[in-house]
């Protein structure tokens, strides 16, 4: 059988983390989910012609963000998703199967939401928990052109793969983690070749992840903290890095981490100016820009060449 196209997952999504309260695994309400569409074993073989998601998980992801947008759950942690207090009333109050109408809703009814993470910008601790805002934008314009509707979609389509990148490196180890880092800077320019990177990630290594040689001979370099962390990072984690470059004697300094820095740790890194800090919102984005662990499929859109019709 055709999978069922994402909007079909949204009440099995729904119903499942709805009996679950405190949460499911991704993958998880990934297989309950398939359970009720009738989607088989053969069936969940099927990928994206990318290759690199099953099509039914792909459909289930999607739901979800359709959820999340409507305020209705939310993924208080990578790979795990949790409907919110209006989502559990909401299930609560439609204990019946959901109508066309209601599903179109949550399917298209809160597309211009965007999700991002939650930062107590008075808070300077590294204790803030890493989640997720609802920021409403203007309502789509239903006269919208094609061309306008592609940009959507690909708008759409980088959110989606930023934050499964983030859940991704979130599922890794974090020397997997350092090595990516490196990788990434390399495919930016830094370093001549890989190995004028080198990963230190190491006990006793004074915070320093990464080494990278702007030159042949070493004598300029860039020193590198990867934190894969889900809580913000604060000053005070900033000021340590700041201290163990300056153990360094080194005047350069890349922060990367996976989650989001306080006003005050940017505060500090502006006033030292040495540093450079890459939180997770950009992290993905540099990801996707240089290819780093991201592929990009090529789609022909056709346009009028005026110039062949010139005599």
């Not at 790979?79 to 179109?104: C, I």
């Not at 309502?139 to 708008?155: F, G, K, M, T, V």
């Not at 984690?237 to 700041?242: G, K, L, N, Q, R």
């Not at 740790?265 to 800090?277: D, H, T």
């Amino acid at each position: 059988m055709a999978i069922p196209t994402y909007d079909k997952f949204i009440e099995p999504v729904l119903r499942y983390l709805a009996l679950h309260p405190q949460g499911a695994r991704a993958r998880d309400v990934h297989e309950a989910a398939a359970t009720p569409l009738g989607i088989s074993e053969q069936d969940k073989l099927e990928v994206l012609p990318s290759g690199v998601q099953p099509v039914y998980k792909n459909r289930a992801g999607w739901a979800h963000d359709r959820l999340k947008r409507a305020g209705l759950s939310a993924s208080p942690q990578r790979g795990f998703w949790q409907l919110t207090d209006s989502g559990r009333s909401y299930a609560n109050e439609h204990p019946s199967a959901l109508s066309h109408d209601e599903v179109e809703d949550v399917a298209i009814g809160h597309r211009d939401v965007r999700l991002r993470p939650v930062v107590d910008d008075d808070d300077d601790s590294d204790d803030d928990h890493f989640g997720a805002t609802f920021t409403a934008t203007a309502n789509e314009d239903i006269a919208a052109s094609p061309d306008d509707r592609l940009e959507r979609a690909l708008s759409e389509l980088k959110d989606y793969t930023a934050r499964d990148l983030l859940e991704a490196i979130g599922q890794a180890s974090p020397k997997f983690f350092e090595t990516l880092v490196l990788d990434l800077l390399h495919a930016i320019g830094y370093g001549a070749s890989r190995e004028d990177l080198q990963h230190v990630g190491q006990p006793g290594d004074a915070g320093i992840d990464g080494i990278i040689s702007l030159d042949r001979l070493g004598l300029e370099k860039v020193y590198v903290q990867a934190k894969r962390w889900q809580n913000s990072v604060g000053r005070e984690s900033v000021h340590a890095f700041y201290g163990a470059l300056a153990g360094q004697h080194a005047n350069k300094g890349v922060l990367i981490t996976t989650s989001v820095f306080t006003a005050h740790a940017r505060e500090f890194a502006r006033s030292v100016e040495k540093i450079v800090l890459i939180d997770g919102e950009r992290l993905a984005a540099l990801m996707m820009e240089y290819g780093v662990a991201v592929t990009h499929r090529v789609v022909k859109v056709p346009k009028l060449d005026l110039d062949y019709f010139e005599e």
